[in-house]
């Protein structure tokens, strides 16, 4: 798999992570009284972690991961069977057909988003 989306998996990994202990009441107070974390020090550190990662994304890949964050909370989605999972519609056969297609950065042309494909 592309070192680049690699990493944009793991951005993406660790957004749903602090989404979840900010939105969702019942896994903060679980976290703060099962496993005894300050919540908000933790999304601290998140944000930190995340900002880290996306400065360390090559320059126009960073670009295009901003301009798609901007618009969407997911930025990276999966293709499986010939379909961006991201909005739903059917990706050229030439790109959905390549033996290595992992291994180089694709984009769906109707969403923007980064995908990766799932067989």
Excluded at 93 to 100: K, R
């Amino acid at each position: 798999m592309h070192a680049q989306l690699e990493k944009l998996l793991e951005i993406q990994d660790l957004k749903t992570q602090r989404r979840e202990l900010r939105d969702t009441p019942s896994e903060r107070e679980m976290q703060e009284e099962v496993f005894g974390m300050e919540v908000d020090e933790v999304l601290t550190q998140l944000d930190r972690k995340i900002e880290e990662m996306v400065a360390s994304l090559e320059p126009g890949v960073r670009n295009r991961y901003e301009r798609v964050a901007g618009k969407r909370t997911r930025v990276v989605a999966p293709v499986i069977g010939g379909v961006c999972y991201g909005c739903f519609v059917t990706v050229p056969t030439a790109l959905s057909s390549d033996a290595a297609r992992n291994d180089e950065l694709s984009f769906c042309d109707s969403c923007g988003r980064f995908l990766y494909h799932v067989d």
